[in-house]
């Protein structure tokens, strides 16, 4: 019977069993080279994610750098800034009413929105909920004298930015801004976190590298479901809160890395002339810019209407910081000196005149006849000078003098639209200056080239350029359209010996300068010119930049009228207050002085201010008076700068 069993067994058994046996090896085999792969290859790896897992890393944010003025005035630094927070779990119930009420009597807490706060946060009762953001000082003083009868209640400190100065310099210097999910997806392997502030404009946005800082850190305890938090110890000094938002015992567990603060920024702004400039201009729409004509160094950039950047820091300022950034008109965040393009007017004679010498289609005698008007060829239509009697025979030199435009129009038609533009460029003028500060508009001086591009999908005759078109941009009208920036660092061309200059606030940034343009003969003719039209008390006609004379100081000038309009538009009224503001010319001067150290470039716009010779040749007057009057000899900074 047994062996009759032994033969109904199944057949091939051995061979499966021997099969499973050596999926079992090789299974056990496996599993064993990925222990060992796990706990000997990437021990390191593993390592660090159970460490991750196991300790937190709160971040300590770094101060922005201080921003300093030329003469070690600080700008911009960081003041304490306290919030009054409070942590429920640390209140007992039965007091939360009593704690409310005091808050509402002492700091003008909202006790209904509190409570909500305190409601929404029932399963992590040790979360810090903030109570009041940047109280002040009498608040904190208040608040920390009676913190015995407020328990649960803390005050967080932490640093803000300030601005000394106010509006002074304030489109200028910038904003700071929370961090946009764009901003946060460029920056965020450079140490940038969602609710972050970063500058948004100005100074503090084109050098955010530079005054961001390098944030610190703390190591310590981290459970599944709560979140450490920073507090503040009487110096202001971070330390970390006893429990986490849901009450577990937290541990340090190494000493915290320090933040860096960030580095500070040197600039050359004057700010004394700065103020002064920015307090003349008030009422006006315009801006002015004043340049060291050897370096480009920026003393003075003003324009108005302006801003205070600390209303998008400071507490209690949210609704002038919603008009600012609704684009109200006048926009008071657009800097006039280098984001808003004008018609130059006469003052782009200056550069007509030195390209025409330069380029030797006129010398220091060629004549034009003005009778009050010019016509092309002798015929077609007349372009008026403004001066309807005309000014008689003119040369260079008088004609910059008495701004006659029948001069410039004979020139212009002479020198050619290509050549305008390649000398217009040449001295900064329809091109970037390269200044830092973000933003900067070029505007345009237009030529054949542009107007083909301009029109390259229209009819042949649309494509042309014409001569006419020449006449009216030989005196800065038609599509030409500079920045009051522009015409400094043309005007800082002509006096520091023909280099075009860049502007530039970062006293420490590199000074560059092109190669040569004008020669000394062409700029001495053109400068004879610019002083014979400050010049006045001398036989024969005043220049129209009489106003701008300062005694005691060689000043040079020219003066611009820019019409915004066709003069049919505003022919028939009387008085210049009669027509409307947005008909009204503009109003440039541009200025130089020659005799002090440092030299310096000068450009005024007026918005609407009708006429340059009476309107902004005095504002250049005013800002050389200041300048010069009382001031001390130029830094050593700077003076190095230029050697």
């Not at 021997?18 to 390191?44: E, K, P």
């Not at 000394?164 to 901003?183: D, H, K, P, S």
């Not at 390098?214 to 503040?232: C, E, H, I, W």
């Not at 611009?560 to 409307?580: E, F, W």
Request: glycine share 10%.
């Amino acid at each position: 019977m047994p062996g009759k069993k032994e033969k109904e067994r199944y057949e091939g058994v051995e061979k499966r069993v021997g099969l499973v046996g050596v999926a079992l090896v090789l299974a056990m085999a496996c599993l064993g080279t990925h222990f060992w792969y796990l706990q000997v290859l990437s021990l390191a790896e593993f390592s660090k994610m159970a460490e991750d897992n196991r300790v937190w890393q709160k971040r300590l944010e770094a101060d922005r750098g201080l921003i300093y003025a030329r003469n070690g005035e600080v700008l911009a630094d960081n003041r304490a800034s306290a919030d009054v927070v409070m942590v429920p779990a640390e209140c007992p119930e039965e007091l939360l009413d009593s704690v409310c009420e005091r808050l509402k009597r002492w700091i003008e807490v909202d006790i209904e929105e509190l409570k909500k706060k305190i409601k929404a946060q029932e399963k992590r009762p040790f979360t810090q909920i903030l109570v009041k953001r940047d109280v002040t000082k009498a608040d904190r003083v208040r608040i920390e004298e009676n913190l015995h009868a407020l328990p649960g209640i803390t005050i967080i400190v932490h640093p803000q930015r300030r601005y000394l100065f106010a509006r002074t310099a304030g489109q200028l210097l910038g904003y700071l801004g929370e961090i946009n999910r764009e901003e946060l997806d460029r920056l965020s392997e450079q140490g940038y976190f969602m609710g972050d502030l970063i500058g948004k404009d100005g100074l503090e946005r084109f050098y955010e590298d530079l005054l961001h800082g390098s944030d610190g850190y703390m190591l310590v305890t981290k459970y599944a479901s709560g979140q450490p938090q920073l507090r503040t110890d009487k110096a202001g000094l971070p330390v970390i809160a006893r429990r986490d938002s849901i009450g577990h015992l937290l541990d340090i567990e190494a000493p915290p890395v320090l933040p860096l603060s960030g580095e500070s920024l040197y600039l050359t702004l004057d700010i004394g002339l700065q103020q002064k400039c920015e307090e003349i201009l008030v009422g006006e729409r315009g801006s002015i810019i004043v340049l060291d004509a050897d370096t480009g160094a920026v003393l003075a950039m003003a324009s108005e209407p302006g801003y205070d950047p600390g209303v998008f820091v400071n507490r209690g300022a949210d609704e002038e910081r919603k008009e600012l950034l609704s684009g109200s008109i006048p926009n008071r965040m657009t800097h006039r000196g280098y984001r808003e393009v004008y018609p130059p007017g006469s003052v782009f004679k200056v550069m007509l005149a030195a390209a025409a010498l330069e380029a030797k289609v006129i010398d220091a005698n060629t004549r034009f006849y003005c009778n009050g008007s010019y016509m092309i060829d002798g015929r077609g239509r007349a372009w008026n000078c403004w001066n309807h009697y005309g000014h008689g025979g003119m040369n260079v030199v008088e004609a910059l003098a008495y701004s006659c435009d029948v001069f410039f129009y004979n020139v212009g038609r002479r020198l050619e639209a290509e050549r305008i533009v390649a000398y217009a460029n040449k001295m900064g003028l329809g091109v970037s200056t390269g200044i830092d500060v973000p933003g900067e508009q070029t505007g345009l001086v237009p030529g054949p080239e542009w107007k083909a591009m301009l029109n390259a999908d229209k009819p042949e005759w649309e494509q042309r350029w014409y001569p006419g078109e020449t006449v009216n941009l030989s005196i800065g009208q038609g599509s030409c359209t500079t920045t009051p920036l522009q015409n400094a660092v043309m005007m800082a061309c002509i006096i520091n010996g023909g280099y075009r200059v860049r502007p530039f606030l970062n006293r420490n940034r590199q000074m560059l300068r092109s190669e040569k343009i004008f020669s000394d003969e062409t700029l001495e003719i053109v400068i004879k010119g610019l002083r014979m039209c400050v010049e006045k008390g001398r036989p024969g006609p005043t220049g129209t930049g009489r106003s701008a004379q300062v005694e005691g100081v060689e000043v040079i000038g020219k003066t611009g009228t820019a019409q915004v309009t066709s003069l049919a538009n505003i022919k028939g009224y009387a008085r210049v207050q009669d027509i409307p503001y947005e008909k009204r010319h503009h109003a440039w001067f541009v200025a130089g002085v020659l005799d002090r150290s440092p030299k310096i470039a000068i450009a005024v716009l007026i918005e609407h201010g009708h006429a340059g010779g009476t309107v902004a040749a005095p504002i250049a007057a005013e800002v050389i008076k200041y300048f010069y009057q009382g001031q001390p000899t130029e830094p050593e900074t700077l003076a190095a700068d230029r050697e």
